[in-house]
């Protein structure tokens, strides 16, 4: 029988070295909360079929939600760092930059998660009759009046 093809080590030095997370959003005094929900909520309004949006932290440390099922918004920030850190993998593996958006459809809907800043994720949950394309196409204006409330805010250390 034919030796199966083994994957080798990668030569030494071509890693990049660790990236060290910013300090977390999560639970910070300063954030602009009640401007914050307005963004979300309407991201909620003009896209009929989402259930909810996750503002979360890479660090995938909860900021804020306004989900509006069951959904753990804890869990769902979570698996957002968990998408965006996969992302960023792919990104860097293939030489294309760094990550913007993911999107994972299931039997029942969807969980799409865009970059806000180096700090923060959007997470948005939706129906499966979510009209995707137009959710791409509004998600990232929402998210980039997002990073420009969350910036200038100093984050607190733990």
Request: glycine residues 10%; hydrophobic residues 40%; proline residues 9%.
């Amino acid at each position: 029988m034919d030796d199966l093809p083994r994957r080798t080590p990668a030569a030494a030095g071509t890693l990049p070295p660790a990236r060290r997370l910013p300090p977390s959003l999560a639970g910070n005094p300063t954030l602009p909360y009640p401007a914050i929900g307005q963004e979300l909520s309407e991201l909620r309004l003009q896209i009929p079929g989402v259930h909810g949006c996750v503002l979360g932290g890479v660090d995938g440390l909860l900021i804020t939600h306004n989900l509006q099922n069951d959904a753990n918004p804890d869990d769902l920030a979570a698996l957002a760092a968990t998408m965006f850190g996969l992302g960023r993998q792919v990104g860097f593996r293939l030489g294309q930059g760094d990550f913007q958006q993911s999107t994972v459809r299931n039997e029942n809907g969807y969980l799409s998660v865009y970059a806000v800043s180096r700090q923060a994720l959007l997470a948005v949950v939706g129906t499966d009759s979510i009209n995707v394309a137009r959710l791409h196409l509004h998600a990232p204006t929402t998210a980039a009046r997002l990073a420009d409330l969350l910036d200038g805010v100093t984050p607190t250390m733990p």
